[in-house]
């Protein structure tokens, strides 16, 4: 059947009323917008829809938005006569906090919108010199007070005992329901810059994530108000300052600080924001996907504990960082030199200039040159490769090591490169990078991006410590502050547990019921009794135990242990053999990705997938997978939400939380009481065993976490749970 507007319309939604119309159009400045007198959408022809990936997701949830608007509805006014932006400056802000509190709370019934509980609506925006911690200064917050009304507060002492009383009082009222865009960012940032206590209730970027459009680069307020609210691009005239005042002052984009704008662009912009916050949120009550709620309301509140965690930061061992700079620059030089001494006796830039047909050659290698670099390699190798990527890199990194390249030129080349890459990456986003970030107090504080993926699993930036290297060189970088001890909390296989209970494969099961060890049971199950003993039968059941929730096929067994197809089928079938259950599961949610069913995870996360035949295989891997990473992940988030709130009711002062990085939890604990230590990591180890039973009941696989003390991230030593000390040889 071919595809025509009229059927990819109701294929996004089936209920499309009979009143309103999708047109195409040319004219890009139309997409996505609605011509109010004949109620008609206007969007990109069927052409650009169907060849853009992007372009078909957009389409799609624009399609769905405008089957649910109100045309009678004022929320979609957006004149300067429709709103009522209020302002406030100097002496007056106090008063105007406590009037915008009391109108608030006598409001409610009326234009004030309240929840289930009868809380006041108000949507909040705070604008501030820059995103960055320190060097860093409020310049003005406002509060949307219903459906048309803003108050904008700015040019004041935020350090007045009045303001800032009159902003305490209105934040900690419970009467109130506070509504953010990207709320931890801002609360944050209140707290750090002028201590003020705010939190967050609502938030419609994460209201969104969870209950609507999972996909990345989404959730931006701009896009959701000009795609759901029919909104104006009110922030057009600030971009076109920042533009304009770079140029001027020939500076980047990045450097702009937003203390430069001036005043009368600034605030009418957060105006808007506050109004089109408030309004996003009463469409996304209507339009949350059912079942979504409970994942939602995790992300609240893992928004207000992550923002502790934040503000808690991870002390940087100044002085360290210093010596590992030189150590690194030291590396990368002898790394360089080496990669020189191949590259003297093999580059010839005439010689490459006539095999590759380029213009120019440079006389000495260039190793940030991919195409010189890909020659260098086809001439030491023998054979052309495809790329000069990362993952070809480790491929040619694992055959050195494997032994499969034994030329010593073309081994110590590429070593040499890996040594380049790795310790360059190390001193740039790193060493570097955490000097660029460290606060005042030898403080890095990364941003924890509860939307950053579209699984759920946590992502940050910042720095990245999702990505943090497990080299101690680079982990410890990071040390408890003095006086304090850390204590690591990391689930043991989660992922794998959880495949164990989706799959409900009872041998599976049985391996972590009975506390054995995954690896050397799979080894013994595939190669016959004993055969973990053997170092590359128990590295290839390792290597399908972790591979197999990502959809690894025979391929990349091959590729890896330098074995044929044929022989890595049959590995991957005698992985197989004896956990049939798990073949099952497999093969029933490739058949759910080509039906196009829900990819729902058991908490309510769902992907969501435009299928293509040329997408299939992928999209069939992440049908495996997102099940499995996502539940892994959320067991994780919802221990830490709990164990903070043990620590807060118990041992506030104590112990805090400072990082999470996957399926591990880092905390400082005051040093100096190992009785403290080991209640405090006995009951946080209770919680993770116990998080999956409570959430998912009907779980018969037992989860497991291990404890870790010591005062370097990357020299943790296990921790003994009958003294509560480090386990040494002598007490173990």
């Given amino acids: 059947m071919s595809v025509t507007f009229d059927n990819l319309v109701r294929a996004v939604a089936p209920d499309f009323p009979t009143d309103r119309e999708v047109k195409a159009s040319r004219d890009v400045v139309s997409w996505y917008k609605v011509v109010w007198s004949s109620r008609v959408l206007m969007v990109p022809p069927l052409n650009v829809v169907r060849n853009n990936m992007r372009e078909l997701e957009r389409f ?71 995103v960055e911690w320190e060097d860093n200064k409020l310049l003005s917050v406002g509060f949307g007070l219903n459906d048309n009304t803003a108050l904008a507060l700015f040019d004041c002492d935020w350090k007045s005992p009045s303001i800032h009383k009159a902003l305490q009082d209105l934040f900690r009222d419970p009467e109130l329901m506070f509504i953010w865009q990207n709320g931890k960012f801002d609360c944050g940032r209140l707290k750090w810059l002028e201590d003020i206590d705010a939190r967050v209730d609502q938030d419609t970027m994460l209201q969104h994530y969870a209950c ?28 076109q300052y920042k533009r304009e005042w770079c140029r001027q002052h020939k500076k980047p984009l990045k450097e702009f600080m937003y203390d430069d704008v001036p005043i009368e662009t600034l605030i009418p912009y957060m105006q808007r924001d506050c109004i089109a916050t408030y309004r996003l949120h009463d469409v996304f009550n209507k339009l949350a996907r059912p079942g979504s709620e409970f994942i939602y309301s995790q992300l609240i509140r893992a928004s207000n504990v992550y923002m502790q965690i934040e503000l808690n930061g991870q002390r940087l061992d100044v002085e360290y960082l210093e010596e590992l700079e030189y150590d690194l620059e030291q590396r990368i030089s002898e790394a360089q030199a080496r990669l020189d001494a191949v590259a003297e006796h093999i580059w010839n ?100 991006n509860l939307h950053g993926t579209e699984t759920g699993r946590l992502s940050s930036s910042g720095p990245n410590m999702q990505n943090i290297p497990r080299n101690k060189l680079i982990k410890n970088l990071l040390v408890a502050t003095p006086g304090w001890k850390f204590l690591q909390l990391d689930y043991s296989q989660a992922e794998l547990r959880v495949l164990a209970m989706l799959s409900e494969d009872p041998a599976l099961i049985k391996i972590y019921q009975e506390g054995k060890d995954l690896h050397d049971t799979v080894a013994d199950m595939m190669f016959g009794e004993g055969g973990h003993l053997d170092r590359e039968k128990r590295n290839l059941a390792k290597t399908i135990n972790f591979g197999i929730a990502y959809g690894r096929g025979p391929s990349s067994i091959a590729e ?27 093969n029933k ?5 080509i039906k196009g069913e829900p990819c729902v995870t058991l908490l309510g996360r769902q992907r969501h997938f435009v299928i293509t035949n040329e997408a299939m295989h ?15 992940s959320d067991f994780t988030l919802l221990s830490l939400l709990s164990i903070h709130d043990y620590i807060e009711e118990n041992w506030k002062g104590k112990a805090r939380i400072t990082t999470s990085v996957h399926d591990s939890i880092l905390l400082e604990v005051v040093d100096g009481d190992p009785e403290m230590m080991l209640e405090i990591a006995k009951t946080c180890i209770q919680i993770m065993s116990e998080t999956p039973l409570k959430y998912v009941p009907d779980c018969v696989v037992p989860f497991t976490a291990d404890a870790e003390v010591g005062y370097k991230w990357g020299e943790l030593t296990e921790l003994d749970m009958q003294t509560g000390l480090e386990k040494t040889d002598e007490n173990s």
């Fill in 60 to 130: 799609a949830e624009a399609v769905r938005a405008f089957a649910t608007m109100d045309f009678s509805s004022p929320m979609y006014k957006w004149d300067a006569c429709d709103l009522n932006l209020q302002q406030a400056t100097g002496h007056d802000v106090a008063a105007a906090i406590d009037q915008a509190h009391h109108y608030l709370l006598t409001g409610r019934g009326g234009a004030v919108r309240t929840d289930a509980t009868n809380r006041a609506w108000v949507s909040c925006d705070i604008e501030t010199r820059r």
């Fill in 212 to 239: 609507i459009n999972e996909k990345q680069g989404t959730h931006d307020l701009k896009d959701m108000g000009q795609l759901y609210l029919q909104a104006p691009a009110w922030d057009d005239e600030l971009d």
């Fill in 349 to 448: 830039p005439e010689l490459y200039k006539q095999m590759t047909g380029a213009k120019s050659a440079s006389d000495k290698f260039k190793p940030t040159s991919p195409k010189q670099l890909k020659w260098m390699l086809q001439e030491l190798l023998g054979y052309p490769v495809p790329s000069t990527d990362a993952t070809m890199l480790a491929t040619l990194l694992a055959e050195v090591e494997s032994g499969k390249i034994d030329n010593p030129d073309a081994k110590d080349f590429i070593e040499a490169i890996g040594d380049v890459r790795k310790y360059s990456k190390y001193l740039e986003t790193y060493a570097l990078g955490m000097r660029d970030v460290v606060c005042r107090d030898h403080r890095v504080r990364c941003t924890f």
């Fill in 560 to 586: 890896k242990f330098g074995k044929s197809m044929a022989e890595s089928r049959q590995i991957i079938e005698q992985w197989f053999k004896p956990m049939p259950k798990v073949r099952e599961f497999i």
């Fill in 589 to 593: 949610r490739r058949r759910m990705a």
């Fill in 618 to 632: 992928h999209i069939q891997n992440e049908y495996i997978n997102t099940p499995i990473q996502s539940l892994a």
